[in-house]
């Protein structure tokens, strides 16, 4: 029999495990989870140098898995770009792009923002016009709530090789105005490519993003991740944390194959080298990313009905497949070499029809290469039809839903001005998907469209459908609100089984790696309030301490 080197008792224990949901006591030894039970069995495990901890009433669960995260680009934003916040005002966004400005050498980048929709009505000029007057001397790309559009100043522009007249970008919107086709400095999806080509970070960069997302991660609770859409240097700076022992969670990353950025399909054999090359033993790398659509506040995400009446856009001539990125027939044919080479594909889907298109696109894969593939995501499944509720568990199919927009936020207001209300109360249907036997997962798509990581107000609006916060005011959606026992396994064991680590973390059972957080008070008993605000004390992952508070 092994000796426990540390056994916990005296609090709520939630193993996330379906055969035993609840505990009264843990034994860690070398890493691992040596057993979970009654306290009498676990202390008969005790040995006279095992350490005995009293948790006084405070919860135990497993540590909690992000699914769609972009850990560098978020780190980052927080260490070297210009970031007001979601609840700036134009003046406040101004003055933080000036103050940057005067720290800088002239022609030195100033990348950052965030921008809303709403703030476009109150430029006094063109956004080109308006940061060429706070910032002349310094290229200028601020990017909105969602990442997928711009404002850019001339200097930028120009660096960028976009000129006035110039052709359009397929994929892309490029504001102009006048016969001469002035750029306004507006940029969407792929027209995006050019600036943030002109705007990469330095692996030294990277390496100390890395560092600062690992270290956040751990103190909201995370013990692993995925990153949704990775580029090489991204995986370069992952694999070498790993090499250094910095890594503490459980990595995976989605490598991208397609995004509008790129405007081409990564072959399969550049995939499997970016794979050999960097990949880890805690590092999985057999995933791939497709982006199927934008997103609504653009017009760009694939809608089956039309958005409401806007200036330059007609209801009349809607066509769903017009925004889609990827055309169905190629979309098939990627989600189907990738299916049958191994890679689990994550799918961008923020329209209805984005979303069917990707599901129709695994149906391919499963018809050609039988049933027993890998289990491919939609991420977002920000907007699902009826229709398509029960594909997800007809296809072994994954809803990943992201950011956290299922309560009321920044955003509410810019997807109800291009939706309407009716729509809006269909956003998020997370209780829709579980009750058709969807398996869902988390994430929060930090740092595009959601200000933090935190797992935490995620739950919690999941449970009300309200900011916690009490910011925003009113629900989104209430009807598609889900108990705490609902929600919690999105974040532990579907999370775990979506990075192939099921059988190795996202539940505490005998033999899993001891990855766990301890939260103050009892979980179970808490309202959204103080759930929202239930940041853990202890962070363990593989029986180590890496964060504490």
């Not at 009498?40 to 005790?46: E, R």
């Not at 027939?329 to 889907?349: C, I, P």
Request: proline letters at 7%; one cysteine or more.
């Amino acid at each position: 029999m092994t000796t426990a080197q540390h056994i916990l008792t005296g609090g709520t224990i939630l193993t996330m495990d379906p055969a035993q949901p609840m505990a009264e006591a843990i034994a860690l030894a070398e890493g691992r989870i040596l057993a979970v039970g009654r306290q009498a069995d676990i202390l008969a495990l005790a040995g006279p140098n095992t350490l005995r901890e009293d948790l006084h009433g405070k919860t135990l669960l497993p540590g909690l898995i992000e699914s769609h995260t972009h850990a560098l680009w978020g780190a980052c934003r927080d260490l070297f770009q210009v970031y007001v916040g979601y609840q700036a005002s134009l003046s406040q966004l101004a003055q933080a792009i000036a103050a940057r400005a005067a720290t800088l050498a002239p022609g030195t980048w100033i990348t950052g923002g965030p921008w809303r929709l709403d703030m476009q009505d109150s430029l006094p000029d063109t956004p080109r016009a308006w940061l060429d007057a706070i910032a002349p001397a310094h290229p200028v790309a601020i990017a909105d709530t969602t990442q997928h559009a711009m404002w850019c100043n001339s200097a930028a522009l120009a660096q960028a090789g976009l000129a006035d007249g110039c052709a359009p970008i397929p994929g892309g919107v490029v504001g102009q105005e006048g016969p001469d086709g002035r750029l306004t400095g507006f940029l969407a999806e792929a027209a995006c490519g050019p600036v943030r080509a002109q705007t990469r970070f330095t692996p030294d960069q990277l390496d100390a993003a890395c560092a600062q997302a690992v270290g956040y991660f751990n103190s909201l609770g995370y013990t692993g991740f995925k990153e949704p859409s990775a580029q090489a240097e991204d995986l370069g700076a992952y694999a070498r944390a790993y090499d250094r022992g910095a890594l503490s969670l459980h990595a995976a990353a989605h490598i991208a194959a397609f995004s509008p950025l790129s405007g081409s399909t990564m072959p399969l054999a550049e995939i499997d080298a970016l794979v050999a090359r960097y990949g880890r033993a805690g590092l999985n790398l057999r995933f791939t990313k497709l982006f199927l659509d934008g997103v609504a506040p653009a017009l760009t995400a694939s809608f089956l009905a039309p958005y409401l009446p806007r200036p330059g856009y007609d209801p009349a001539q809607h066509s769903p497949d017009a925004t889609l990125l990827l055309p169905p027939e190629q979309l098939n044919q990627l989600v189907t070499a990738h299916d049958a080479a191994g890679y689990t594909v994550k799918m961008h889907a923020v329209g209805d029809n984005a979303a069917r298109r990707g599901l129709d696109a695994i149906a391919a894969a499963r018809q050609a290469n039988g049933p027993a593939g890998p289990r491919h995501e939609i991420a977002h499944s920000t907007f699902i039809d009826d229709a398509d509720l029960p594909r997800f568990a007809a296809l072994n199919a994954v809803a990943e839903v992201s950011p956290k927009l299922w309560m009321p936020n920044a955003a509410t207001a810019a997807q109800r001005a291009v939706l309407g209300q009716a729509r809006l109360s269909q956003v998020h249907r997370i209780r829709s998907l579980l009750q058709a036997g969807a398996e869902v997962i988390f994430g929060t798509d930090w740092p595009a469209a959601a200000p933090d990581a935190n797992p935490w107000s995620g739950l919690a609006g999941m449970i009300s459908r309200a900011d916690p916060s009490g910011v925003f005011p009113g629900q989104v959606a209430p009807d598609q609100a889900i108990s705490l026992a609902q929600a919690l396994p999105l974040f532990t064991r579907n999370a775990a089984r979506a990075m192939g680590l099921e059988g190795e973390t996202g539940m505490l059972r005998a033999g899993l790696s001891a990855d766990f957080i301890i939260v103050p008070g009892t979980l179970t008993k808490m309202g959204t309030a103080d759930i929202a605000a239930a940041l853990p004390v202890r962070t363990v992952f593989k029986g180590a301490v890496v964060f504490e508070g």
